[in-house]
């Protein structure tokens, strides 16, 4: 009984609270015991009521003793629910996933988060492994937990990714176990902190210097291989001028010109990629660039694809950058090819006339690029115009095909619908302003050809010795005297032993000294001489007269003359 008593009125007292019949009857008991035991009830008696008293504090001691075991029992039991009801409440307020695995890997618990990120599948209940870990890493995720279960130790901090629907997140996790009473472990609970949007930051900066690398080696290789196609392009012509079409060299000489001209095509691409490629919006024709674009990319996409072209009559004019225009519909079409695995169709489709829609009263023109591919899901195409975001696999896309074609729309005042869905082929619709009252950007004006009189001098400075013999035959061809200079220095040295020069032509980039400084130091004592400029590269800031490598003979002739003869022998389109 004093053990009774001690476990009401400490136990009480630990809790903050006592039962008083417990304590009374406690009290009671024992004075009765004492009682008992001092012989009140006489030497060596022991009355059956007084048997009887005892037997009914023991009785209603042990009543009050089970109720009172009972009730707290039922307060344990409310505790333990509002002590899960606020678990559940922190977990469902943090912003990061909070996960319960039962002991064979199924989900008892996952929060608010976790079943926002992995909408629309079902979460609890379902195998965590097996439905949400990527298979890349299940098997890497699978032994971790195994032998958490096993040995009861999980590391401290782990990464894996979990994915729904296509969409991936990669989470940092922290795991501990959870016991039994006896100590058995019963499952796991973990927390998981978002690292996808740092994760994509660390790749968008990681891929940021290797496309600044690449840009950079672009556009070295693209001036490197403008030097080679100016000789290339330049000498198919002038053999081409003097052959017959019966000529039986003359159709593959005329397929080494068309495959220069294409060359030159892709590496005025390559410029505009490395950003070495000024953007000038002009008044353009969208018929003829798809028209121009086309003739590259059937060389590009598979044969088992379908290219189809449906322009509009009468096409209006838009106003924008041609490369940007180009590069627009290049990277929409092979886009479009990539999205087909087997045999399928391509087409694109011009129209005019189209409102905006928003009370401005303007138009615009469309360009539609439909294709029969795989087809884009509702997530993805809110996502797809994003920079670095790609569904391809790794080191097939850099994400920024899309990325850049939208920027170059909205450049160009217009803007990009998709319509598509998956199995069912995606269409992007381009509109683009239309350039009210302008015309296209008139082809230069020819100058005739007819030999200049009195044989102007002509001072040709180029370090590439092909170019430069191109260059120099061309125009002595014309009647031009050419003084050749492999450098700034040697021209400088060639312009000190002759009085009269009618014009500087000169590579923008040579070593020891660029085609500007030239320029500069010869008009220190010649302060009208005309200089044109010419490179693989071309350049922000205005320099003077450009002409952009490659070049044929013809338009070196052509610029030369203009700038000799200003005015006096313009003869357009002749």
């Known amino acids: 009984m004093f053990f009774a008593y001690r476990l009401a009125v400490k136990g009480g007292r630990d809790v903050g609270r006592a039962r008083p019949e417990l304590v009374v009857l406690t009290a009671l008991y024992g004075c009765h015991n004492l009682l008992l035991g001092a012989g009140f009830y006489g030497p060596g008696t022991y009355p059956i009521w007084a048997a009887t008293v005892g037997i ?12 009172d075991t009972v009730d707290r029992a039922a ?23 909070g996960v319960i695995l039962d002991r064979s890997g199924r989900v008892e618990f996952c929060n608010g988060w976790l079943e926002e990120a ?42 894996y990714s979990i994915v729904s629907g296509g969409r991936e997140l990669n989470l940092q996790w922290y795991h501990t176990m959870l016991r039994n009473r006896s100590g058995d472990i019963v499952g796991a609970a973990g927390l998981g902190v978002d690292l996808s949007q740092q994760r994509l930051l660390e790749k968008q900066a990681s891929q940021s210097q290797r496309l600044e690398t690449l840009g950079r080696m672009a556009g070295g290789v693209a001036h490197d291989f403008n030097n080679h196609l100016t000789v290339i392009n330049g000498f198919a012509e002038m053999l081409l001028r003097d ?12 397929s080494i010109h068309k495959s220069g001209e294409l060359a030159a095509t892709l590496t005025a691409q390559l410029l505009t990629f490395s950003r070495r490629r000024k953007v000038t919006p002009v008044p353009i024709s969208l018929n003829e660039t ?36 180009d590069h627009v519909v290049m990277n929409l079409v092979l886009n479009a090819a990539d999205a087909i695995s087997g045999p399928g169709r391509i087409r694109i489709v011009t129209r005019t006339g189209i409102s905006s829609g928003d009370g401005s009263g303007r138009d615009f023109i469309e360009l539609v690029v439909a294709d029969t591919g795989m087809g884009i899901d509702e997530w993805t195409r809110r996502r797809i115009f994003e920079p670095f975001f790609t569904t391809k696999a790794e080191g097939k896309g850099t994400g920024l095909g899309l990325a850049s074609v939208h920027g170059a729309v909205a450049q160009a005042g217009g803007w990009i619908e998709v319509c598509s869905e998956p199995g069912k082929g995606a269409a992007f619709s381009v509109y683009l302003p239309r350039a009210e009252g302008q015309t296209p950007v008139p082809v230069e004006a020819q100058v005739s050809l007819a030999p200049p009189a009195g044989r102007p001098v002509i001072l040709l400075a180029e370090d590439q010795e092909a170019v430069r013999a191109l260059s120099a035959l061309a125009l002595q061809q014309q009647g031009y005297e050419v003084l050749q200079a492999a450098s700034g220095i040697e021209a400088l040295r060639i312009a000190s032993t002759v009085l009269e020069i009618a014009l500087l032509v000169t590579d923008v980039v040579m070593p020891g000294m660029p085609g500007d400084e030239l320029a500069r130091r010869l008009r220190e004592t010649r302060p009208e001489l005309p200089a044109l400029f010419v490179s693989g590269h071309t350049f922000e800031h205005q320099i003077g007269e450009f002409l952009a490598k490659p070049y044929t003979a013809d338009q070196l002739c052509q610029r030369v003359a203009q700038m000799i003869l200003p005015g006096s022998r313009m003869a357009a389109g002749g």
């Open 243 to 254: 052959l017959q079409p019966d000529d039986p060299i003359y159709d593959g000489l005329k």
């Open 290 to 325: 798809v028209t121009n674009t086309a003739r590259i990319l059937r060389r590009m996409i598979r044969e088992d694809i379908e290219f189809a072209i449906d322009l509009a009559p009468n096409m209006a004019m838009t106003y924008a950058d041609p490369g940007q225009l």
């Open 75 to 97: 307060e344990a039991s409310q505790e333990a629910r509002e002590f899960g009801r606020r678990f559940q409440s922190l977990m469902q307020s943090v912003g990061m996933a």
């Open 118 to 159: 992995l909408q629309p599948a079902e979460v609890t209940g379902m195998p965590w492994l097996e439905t949400f870990v990527p298979r890349k890493e299940r098997e890497q995720v699978r032994a971790m937990y195994e032998a958490g279960f096993e040995t009861g130790r999980w590391p401290a901090i782990c990464e």
């Open 56 to 67: 009914l504090f023991q009785f209603s001691l042990t009543l009050v003793l089970a109720w």
